[in-house]
C-alpha cells in the first residue's frame, strides 16, 4: 500500500512540473493560474493518500498532516483563481468565459472551475469541523471523505478538458492529460475504503463507539422533542437536526425528565408510529 501511495505522490509531482514546464511562455498572471492550480491539484492528491504513507504510528497526527496539506490545496486554488480573476480583468474578458469565440471548452473549463472553488472551500470547512470534532469526541459529516474523492475527479477532468483548447501535440496532451487522470483515479481508490483496509487504516474502536453513540444519541433527541411538540413535527425535527448536523456540525440540545435508558425505546417507539401514521 505504502509503496503505491508514494507513486502517486512522486507521479503528482512529476506532472506538476511537467505540466507547468509547458505554459512557461504565458503572460504572468496567465502562468500564475496555472502553477496555482497544478500546484493545488499535487497537494490535493498527495493529502488524499497521505494515509496510506508510513509517516506516523498515530492517526491523530496523520489527521494533522492531510488538514494541513488541504488546506494549503485551498490556499493554492485561491491564488490561482485570483491570478485568472485579474488576468481577465486587464484583459477586459468575461470572469466566466463568455467571451465572444472562446472554445466551448474552455467556458465549461471556467464554470466548472467556481464550481470546484466552492466545494473546496465548503469541503475545507467540513474538514476542520470534522477534525475539531473529533477531537472533543464528535463525529461530524461521514460523508467528507466520498465528497473530497469526488472533487479530486471533477478537479482531474476540469483540468483534461481544458488541456484540449491548447496547441498541445497528440503525445504530449496524451501525457499530461492521461497522466492526471489516472493519477487522480489511483489516489481516488488509495483514499477509499478498500484502500484505507489494505493499509490498515479502518476506523478505529474508540472511532465505533462515538458513532454508536451518535446514533443513540439521536434517538434520545427525539424523546427530548415530544414533551414540547406533536409526534410528527417530533420526527420532522430529529431528520432536520440530524442533516444540520452533518451539514454544518449544528448541535441541538433537548431535555427530557425521563432517564436514558427510558428515553431510548420511547423515541424509538414514537418515530416507529410516526412512520405508521398517515400522512
Excluded at 487504516?201 to 411538540?229: I, N, Q, S, W, Y
Excluded at 425528565?257 to 417507539?269: D, F, G
Aim: one cysteine or more.
Amino acid at each position: 500500500m505504502a509503496i503505491w501511495a508514494f507513486g502517486v505522490v512522486g507521479l503528482a509531482v512529476a506532472l506538476c512540473i511537467d505540466c507547468a514546464a509547458q505554459f512557461t511562455a504565458m503572460p504572468v498572471l496567465f502562468f500564475g493560474h496555472i502553477a496555482a492550480m497544478l500546484v493545488c491539484w499535487c497537494l490535493m492528491t498527495s493529502g488524499s493518500v497521505i494515509y496510506g504513507l508510513p509517516v506516523s504510528k498515530s492517526r491523530d497526527t496523520v489527521r494533522a498532516m492531510h488538514a494541513a496539506i488541504q488546506t494549503c490545496a485551498v490556499l493554492a486554488a485561491v491564488v490561482g483563481y485570483c491570478c485568472i480573476f485579474r488576468n481577465h480583468q486587464l484583459m477586459g474578458g468575461s470572469q466566466l468565459g463568455f467571451d465572444p469565440g472562446n472554445p466551448p471548452a474552455k467556458t465549461a473549463h471556467a464554470l466548472l472551475g467556481y464550481v470546484v472553488l466552492g466545494c473546496m472551500l465548503l469541503q475545507a470547512f467540513q474538514g476542520w469541523s470534522k477534525y475539531l470534532g473529533l477531537q472533543v469526541g464528535k463525529i461530524r459529516h461521514l460523508a467528507h471523505p466520498v465528497n473530497g474523492r469526488v472533487l479530486l475527479v471533477i478537479m482531474a477532468l476540469n483540468m483534461a478538458l481544458v488541456l484540449t483548447t491548447f496547441p498541445l501535440s497528440q503525445a504530449l496532451f496524451i501525457r499530461l492529460a492521461g497522466g492526471i487522470l489516472l493519477t487522480s483515479a489511483a489516489a481516488v481508490i488509495l483514499a477509499g475504503p478498500a484502500g484505507k483496509a489494505a493499509a490498515r487504516e479502518a476506523v478505529g474502536t474508540d472511532e465505533a463507539m462515538l458513532m454508536e453513540a451518535e446514533k443513540v444519541r439521536g434517538h434520545v433527541v427525539l424523546a427530548g422533542f415530544k414533551p414540547f411538540f406533536p409526534h410528527k413535527v417530533c420526527v420532522f425535527l430529529f431528520h432536520m437536526k440530524r442533516v444540520l448536523t452533518f451539514c454544518f456540525g449544528v448541535s441541538i440540545k433537548t431535555s427530557s425528565n425521563n432517564s436514558h435508558s427510558n428515553e431510548v425505546p420511547r423515541a424509538r417507539a414514537l418515530e416507529s408510529e410516526a412512520s405508521r401514521s398517515p400522512a
